[in-house]
């Protein structure tokens, strides 16, 4: 179904718009909040818990694009869930991610306001416009999605090694990029 025809059925409140929400993107979410969690029921749980917050929140927003709006509610509960989930553990491929980019964005606590931080996404946004269709897809699946290594790999038809080199390479011109951009990392 047609991302404008799910939302007029939220508009309609009707409990087919769930359905449909679910039918068409329920896989893709299960799988950003697995990629960050690390555990089925729990990413099952966020899921869930974004379809709510979709259904209390549309109307009155319309969202456009449909997904990108339910993707970042997705893995926004996700991060919640996984920062209460392992206060004194670590989750192997979202911690390895995580500790991947750390160098290149500033802490939240290095960033002043929240117009340094937004002028910090909209860096790295201009960042990603820079780059070649299959790298940003790259930087985009590991440190948005958390996709891990061997998940890319076979994404990119390519061996483990190489992803790790480019992605690498990705953070060192995106700490580059930032730094000449003036954020203060």
């Not at 920062?83 to 160098?103: M, Q």
């Not at 930087?139 to 061996?159: K, N």
Request: hydrophobic share 35%; charged share 30%; glycine share 4%.
């Amino acid at each position: 179904m047609d991302d404008s025809k799910i939302i007029e059925l939220f508009f309609e409140r009707s409990e087919q718009a769930i359905v449909e929400l679910s039918n068409k993107y329920g896989t893709r979410c299960r799988r950003i909040a697995e990629n960050v969690l690390g555990d089925r029921e729990d990413a099952e749980e966020c899921v869930n818990d974004a379809y709510l917050a979709v259904w209390n929140t549309v109307p009155p927003q319309r969202p456009d694009p449909l997904f990108t709006y339910l993707g970042r509610i997705v893995r926004n509960l996700a991060i919640k869930r996984y920062h209460a989930n392992t206060a004194a553990k670590r989750n192997g491929v979202y911690d390895a991610a995580l500790d991947e980019i750390a160098d290149c964005i500033p802490s939240p606590g290095s960033v002043g306001d929240e117009l340094d931080a937004r002028e910090t996404a909209r860096s790295v946004s201009r960042f990603l416009s820079g780059l070649d269709r299959e790298s940003r897809i790259l930087f985009v699946r590991r440190y948005w999605y958390a996709d891990s290594i061997d998940e890319l790999a076979a994404l990119l038809h390519t061996g483990k090694h190489n992803v790790s080199v480019r992605l690498s390479r990705l953070r060192k011109k995106l700490k580059k990029h930032l730094l000449k951009e003036g954020v203060s990392l």
